[in-house]
């Protein structure tokens, strides 16, 4: 089988798997409100009594956006709200975020000190990255609850999907703490170092083209980078299912073996699916961008937009889930056959 059968398969069984994608939108709803009710308070208490709310409604005012952010410049959660939460900016923020690494090396750090130096420093840990650790521990669950439903020949029940993700949460929670520790080294080390360079290298260029090129490249091959490990580690997630490895670190490495044996088809696949992904993309920040936001029937219709793209979110991730796995056991059959001839 070709990459893209394998991708039309996982669409294929992610059809039927609708309970579970709703199930972990919801989970993802809940988490979000963990966030949501502390910023709508603070919010609310920080416009009552005045005439903001009349004003905002109508249009965003930038001098009092500004205010409000330097009112609470030490306050993590706070100074997520800004222009960037409109539109496409929040994926841009999210990959700008993901390129800079700057959650990853500070739980990355965490873990670190706390297993190579046998301490504990919580400074460490600020809202973002203990969020950050608390998705982990979900993804975690839903994770192998999709990947062990997907191995499967027959069709699983809501059942056998919370039972697989009990059942394999302890190994793939290990493996996403060794993933943070990975990230959190590769951009301590490799992206720090290549940081300096770039300075060094375009310090004495009077064109600002020059340093923009050297990021912009930069980030190109970042990106790829990080799409081919985050690939391979969900393939060391499937080999932990379907060849039911007990050891986390050996199946980190067996993931990255796998994928790079493999990687025509492998990357093939991956990239399919992210053209999906930013097809997605592109849509929601369009439908967005239909709705001024100026009445309360047009801020609930971009609520409901903005959580139906997140159950497409987690329809694509669960076909990540289910056209990886159908890969990996069309390769694994190949090899078994092989080996009997």
């Known amino acids: 089988m070709t990459f893209y059968q394998h991708f039309k398969h996982g669409i294929s069984k992610t059809r039927q798997t609708k309970r579970m994608i709703l199930f972990a939108w919801f989970v993802n709803l809940s988490l979000a409100l963990l966030l949501a009710f502390p910023f709508r308070n603070q919010w609310d208490t920080y416009v009552r009594n005045t005439n903001a709310d009349e004003r905002l409604m109508q249009a965003m005012d930038e001098n009092w956006l500004s205010t409000y952010r330097f009112d609470f410049q030490n306050n993590e959660v706070m100074r997520l709200f800004d222009y960037s939460m409109f539109g496409y900016a929040p994926f841009f923020q999210h990959a700008q975020g993901i390129l800079n690494g700057s959650v990853v090396r500070s739980v990355g750090s965490f873990f670190t000190d706390l297993i190579f130096g046998l301490k504990v420093v919580p400074s460490h840990f600020g809202i973002l990255s203990l969020l950050a650790l608390l998705y982990a521990v979900v993804n975690s669950f839903i994770g192998g609850g999709f990947i062990g439903m997907y191995a499967r020949e027959h069709r699983s029940s809501f059942t056998d999907f919370l039972t697989d993700g009990a059942k394999h949460f302890g190994r793939f929670f290990r493996l996403s703490l060794m993933s943070v520790i990975f990230y959190a080294l590769f951009f301590g080390i490799v992206v720090s170092w290549v940081n300096s360079s770039i300075q060094s290298w375009t310090q004495g260029d009077t064109s600002e083209m020059t340093p923009y090129t050297y990021y912009m490249v930069r980030n190109v091959l970042f990106a790829i980078l ?116």
């Open 226 to 341: 990080l799409a081919t490990f985050t690939m391979c580690i969900d393939y060391a997630k499937i080999r932990i299912v379907v060849d039911d490895r007990m050891s986390s670190i050996l199946a980190f490495f067996a993931g990255f073996r796998f994928g790079f044996k493999n990687f025509g088809k492998t990357f093939g696949l991956y990239l399919i699916l992210c053209v999906v992904g930013f097809l997605l993309m592109f849509l929601y920040g369009w439908l967005e961008g239909q709705f001024p936001q100026n009445a309360y029937w047009e801020i609930l219709a971009v609520m409901l937009i903005q959580q139906a793209y997140m159950i497409g979110y987690f329809w694509l991730k669960a076909n990540f889930y289910a056209s990886q796995t159908s890969l990996y056991q069309d390769a694994l059959q190949k090899e078994q056959k092989a080996a009997v001839a």
